[in-house]
């Protein structure tokens, strides 16, 4: 009896983690709250573009900005960057 109660406890502090961790991906953020690095990479990566929203997410156990928005063509675009500037992903 001892040993399925350690393992439901076990098994729904798992649970609780897990949905702690999922509960931070994609959570939006002003883009006034994007490092100001990370912001200036985004945008020479595609120069022109509007951004129209950010998210914070976690990666390969890194977290990344996600700025989504459109270039100068009117077409959507997204760009993830790291906080500190150095990792940019571009999305057409």
Do not use: C, F, N
Request: net charge negative; hydrophobic share 40%.
């Amino acid at each position: 009896m001892r040993s399925i109660s350690m393992t439901l406890l076990s098994v729904g502090m798992l649970i609780a983690a897990t949905g702690a961790a999922l509960a931070d991906e994609g959570k939006r953020v002003s883009l006034d709250k994007v490092p100001a690095v990370a912001k200036a990479a985004a945008d020479k990566a595609i120069p022109g573009v509007r951004w129209v929203k950010a998210e914070k997410e976690h990666e390969h156990g890194k977290m990344v900005y996600e700025l989504k928005g459109l270039d100068p063509k009117g077409e959507r675009v997204e760009v993830e960057v790291s906080p500190d500037g150095h990792q940019v992903t571009v999305e057409h």
